[in-house]
């Protein structure tokens, strides 16, 4: 079983940065892509971001400019840095990784408010 564990998350104004996360347990990290998603109250769950393992990337129509995924995979880990946070953005934000099987993260909260 590979573990994601997220963190990074909390409350912020809007107009705010934060920088998401996600900490992987599997020694084959590099082969993985890892992504980003978030689910709002009410609303499903959709792609924030996405990593390739040739460090390929794609957004969201909704946070490209605003946002940025990297991975390091010498500390296996993938992180979500988050600028110019406007209150759409509130959700709960879930780390995604996949190669041969999916697993996800726990979830970490993101909040943007004033």
């Known amino acids: 079983q590979v573990q994601l564990v997220e963190s990074g998350g909390g409350l912020v104004q809007p107009g705010g940065s934060l920088r998401l996360s996600c900490a992987a347990s599997?020694?084959?990290?590099?082969?993985?892509?890892m992504g980003w998603y978030r689910q709002a109250p009410g609303k499903q769950r959709e792609l924030v971001a996405a990593?390739?393992?040739?460090?390929?990337?794609n957004y969201a129509d909704s946070v490209k400019g605003r946002f940025t995924i990297s991975r390091d995979n010498a500390k296996n880990t993938v992180y979500l840095r988050m600028n110019s946070l406007k209150p759409e953005d509130t959700a709960i934000y879930y780390c995604?990784?996949?190669?041969?099987?999916?697993?996800w993260g726990q979830g970490t909260q993101v909040t943007v408010s004033s």
């Open positions: 995604n990784g996949r190669y041969v099987q999916e697993y």
């Open positions: 990593i390739t393992s040739s460090f390929s990337t």
């Open positions: 599997t020694s084959i990290f590099t082969l993985y892509k």
